[in-house]
């Protein structure tokens, strides 16, 4: 994912108050992606990105490229809440998700097509997302067991060199997930806008299943 331009200064991670979207969910698809740590989000992204032309946008991602950016105002709290498994600030997360959105589309020249992965993770995240920068077309939800998840996320940690891939962080990142986000799935599906996807087969036939939940959602493949 290229680098994202650096704000200016703090106003730019500060998630202004605004009286509409900034972006039109006529001209912008935006599906997020939620799922415990270790459910498979990245790779059934990398597959919807290959055949339906999406720009994936990791949250966690742009929150890790911000806290290693030089002069960051923010570098060292994001490290402390990534490092303690809790969730950042809503104004940094979201203003940085809106800025990498503005670039795809200017500089990119993007279709619009978005899939936000690990976000919202709090119900705060998620109304101040679709109130200021656009309504989600509905998310996608990977429900995975805490024992599958916990032993895909140690295996990883072996190479990935993430600080959180350890014992101790992936426990506080499995409450967090529990009793943070858990309520953005329980709020999400009574609008009718959660797709559940069973996550504990091979990546090939857990995204078999998210393909079928696509075409059923009005998405066709691009590819």
């Given at each position: 994912?290229?680098?994202?331009?650096?704000?200016?200064?703090?106003?730019?991670?500060?998630?202004?108050?605004?009286?509409?979207?900034?972006?039109?969910?006529?001209?912008?698809?935006?599906?997020?992606?939620?799922?415990?740590?270790?459910?498979?989000?990245?790779?059934?992204?990398?597959?919807?990105?290959?055949?339906?032309?999406?720009?994936?946008?990791?949250?966690?991602?742009?929150?890790?490229?911000?806290?290693?950016?030089?002069?960051?105002?923010?570098?060292?709290?994001?490290?402390?809440?990534?490092?303690?498994?809790?969730?950042?600030?809503?104004?940094?997360?979201?203003?940085?998700?809106?800025?990498?959105?503005?670039?795809?589309?200017?500089?990119?020249?993007?279709?619009?097509?978005?899939?936000?992965?690990?976000?919202?993770?709090?119900?705060?995240?998620?109304?101040?997302f679709e109130e200021t920068v656009c309504p989600s077309k509905f998310t996608l939800f990977f429900d995975c067991p805490e024992d599958v998840m916990q032993e895909r996320l140690l295996n990883r940690g072996k190479t990935s060199g993430r600080a959180d891939d350890n014992a101790e962080s992936i426990k506080k990142r499995f409450k967090t997930f529990v009793e943070t986000s858990m309520p953005v799935v329980d709020y999400?599906?009574?609008?009718?806008?959660?797709?559940?996807?069973?996550?504990?087969?091979?990546?090939?036939?857990?995204?078999?299943?998210?393909?079928?939940?696509?075409?059923?959602?009005?998405?066709?493949?691009?590819?």
């Open positions: 994912m290229p680098a994202i331009p650096p704000p200016a200064d703090k106003a730019r991670l500060s998630a202004p108050e605004k009286d509409t979207p900034t972006f039109s969910p006529d001209k912008v698809s935006i599906v997020f992606v939620l799922g415990g740590p270790g459910a498979g989000k990245g790779t059934q992204c990398d597959f919807l990105v290959r055949d339906y032309g999406f720009t994936h946008l990791s949250a966690g991602d742009l929150l890790r490229e911000e806290q290693d950016r030089k002069d960051s105002q923010f570098g060292g709290v994001i490290k402390e809440y990534i490092k303690e498994g809790k969730i950042v600030p809503m104004e940094i997360t979201v203003q940085l998700l809106e800025n990498a959105m503005t670039h795809d589309l200017k500089e990119k020249d993007g279709n619009g097509r978005f899939l936000i992965d690990g976000f919202p993770r709090k119900m705060d995240q998620a109304l101040k999400f599906e009574k609008e009718g806008k959660v797709v559940k996807i069973p996550a504990t087969k091979s990546p090939d036939e857990v995204y078999a299943e998210v393909k079928g939940k696509m075409g059923q959602r009005g998405f066709e493949m691009t590819k």
